[in-house]
Structure formats: C-alpha cells, structure tokens
C-alpha cells in the first residue's frame, strides 16, 4: 500500500490526487495499466510533484497534441513498458455553419455538458471559428456524444470521431523578451515579462490568480528561478529561461511570454 496520508499532506488538490492513489495502487496490484480522467494542468503538476518521488510505479501524460492543456495519465508498475500510445483518446469533430451565430470554447463546453457527461471526460477544445469545433473525449464517450450532441448555440451540428492526426492545432503566439532587475522576486519578473507596473501586479498576486509551475503563489517576494512557468488567468503565460549577472549585480533575465 501507498504511504496515502503522507502524501496528501499539504496537497491543493486532495480529491483529484487522492483518486490518481487508488489508481497507482491498482496499478500495482494488478499488473495492468490504469488510467485517469482528464486532468488539469494545476491537478497534473501537483500529481508529478507528489508521485514522481514513488520507485514503485510510472506515469505517462497525454492529451493528443504536445501543448494540450487537459491530459490523461496512463500508471503502471515501473517494470512494465510505458508510452503515450497507451493514453487512449478520442478526437471528435463538431462541424456547423458557425458564420452568423458565433460560437466559444464556453459555448462547445456547455453543450457538451448538456448532454449528461462530466468534465472529468472532456480534453481540450479547439475552435475552428465559422467551421466548429474538434474535441478530445475519452473513447467511450464518442459513440453518445455523436448521437446526443446536435446543437451548440442555436447552430446544428454533426459530430463525429476523426483520426487524432486531424487535430487543427495552433502553435501558440510567443514572444522573446528581456529585462534587468535588481531581483528574481516574483512581482519583478511578471510585471516586466506581462508588461504592467509593479503595483498591479502585486494586486493580481495578492488576489489568487497567480500560479508558478502551476502551483497558486500569492507572495510577491516569491523567489522565481530559470525554467519557472507563471500563468496569469486571462492574460496568458510566461517561461523563465537564462539568468545571467550583470557587472552591477543585477540579474539579466530572458523570458518568453505565451500569448
């Protein structure tokens, strides 16, 4: 058995980390590969964090394209081979004459829900604007939503399984910056790479919607080192990459910010 209370301890996300447990320690049990819902990026970061430190058993994440958000995880007992090709997933496409009654992300995700299923069975969704949307499900769920899922907006829809290989993926827009600070505190660094003063940026740490490495800071003075990821919800994110010490003293920092 898993040392599970010890490895709760000071989690954010108990519930979802307590359900990847009884996952792992079925893994072990049985020999077989065991997988997850869909998971988010805060849940996925924290469930590295607790179970990269176990000998016992591996994990594999995979959300059908290298920068998707919501992923899956496929556990096994570490003797046992491993890859993303055991993430079962499927790609569904919800095609409709979007031009005159624009449709969201919200707007796909709701319907979706509507028709019963949880998020927990839903990836990414990706917006195609006039043309709909592709969609990431867990494959049992295909069969229902191609039956059940014929309306999003007040817009008809047909949505069917495709290959994973037709995903319309983007690549994020980013953008390469520099800046030079007298620290590697928090407030510095994200105020320079997101482009606002100092001020507001402490109010957006201090309110809750900071995240570094995915994990909720609301400490200005935080200390950020080279490969941190800040997020800031609705306003994108940010990767920390070389830092270098000027003649002065101060720290040259590059940064790319994913818009």
Known sequence: MLPREELL???ENRDSIARVIDHAEQAIKTWEVVLTDFL???ELAEIHRVLGRLTDVQL?????????ERQRIAIARSELPLDQSQVHLTALEIAGNFLFDTATHRDFLGAMLGTGIVREKTGDIIVLGERGAQAIVVPELAEFLEMNLQQVR???VKTQPIDINELKVREPKKKELTTVEASLRLDAIASAGFGMSRSKMVDIIESGDVRVNWKEINQASSQL????LIAIRGKGRLEV?????????????????YM
């Open 40 to 42: 988010s990026p805060p």
């Open 9 to 11: 301890k000071g989690v």
């Open 241 to 257: 990459g070389e830092i270098a010490v000027t003649k002065k003293e101060r720290y040259r920092v590059q940064l790319t910010r």
């Open 60 to 68: 594999v994440t995979w959300g059908g394209y290298p920068q998707a």
């Open 154 to 156: 007040s817009v008809p």
């Open 225 to 228: 080192k080279s490969g941190d």
